[in-house]
Nanobody, 123 residues
Framework: VQLQASGGGLVQAGGSLTLSCAAS????????VGWFRQAPGKEREFVST????????VYARSVKGRFTISRDNAKNTVYLRMNDLKPEDTAAYYC?????????????????WGRGTQVTVSS
């Protein structure tokens, strides 16, 4: 499975963006999908994850209430809606898929990774 994250960009603080994670060369059926982010000089950190087929979601404390993860299984795509963005949300955002259906905030449990999409939030 190949993953492609898109939708990043430059936005002012308080603005919104929606990231997409599209799969090709395979299906996301039976895969849980997560979003992670990495700021310059920092380790990659968990943002959110969604189970298959989408009943369960988990969010990092720093984004809970502002970000919403969802999936359209017919389109083989997972989304991350980001509202009320803050400068500290600035990072490269990565989507990843794990071969099991259950959620996880542990990046080492994910089997497939896409290239990142840059999100920059100006103050």
């Amino acid at each position: 499975v190949q993953l492609q994250a898109s939708g990043g960009g430059l936005v002012q603080a308080g603005g919104s963006l929606t990231l997409s994670c599209a799969a090709s060369g395979g299906t996301l059926s039976w895969y849980a999908v997560g979003w992670f982010r990495q700021a310059p000089g920092k380790e990659r950190e968990f943002v959110s994850t969604i189970s298959w087929p989408g009943r369960n979601t988990v969010y990092a404390r720093s984004v809970k209430g502002r970000f919403t993860i969802s999936r359209d299984n017919a389109k083989n795509t997972v989304y991350l809606r980001m509202n009320d963005l803050k400068p500290e949300d600035t990072a490269a955002y990565y989507c990843a898929a794990k071969r099991t259906t259950t959620v996880s905030d542990n990046l080492y449990e994910y089997d497939f990774w896409g290239r990142g999409t840059q999100v920059t939030v100006s103050s």
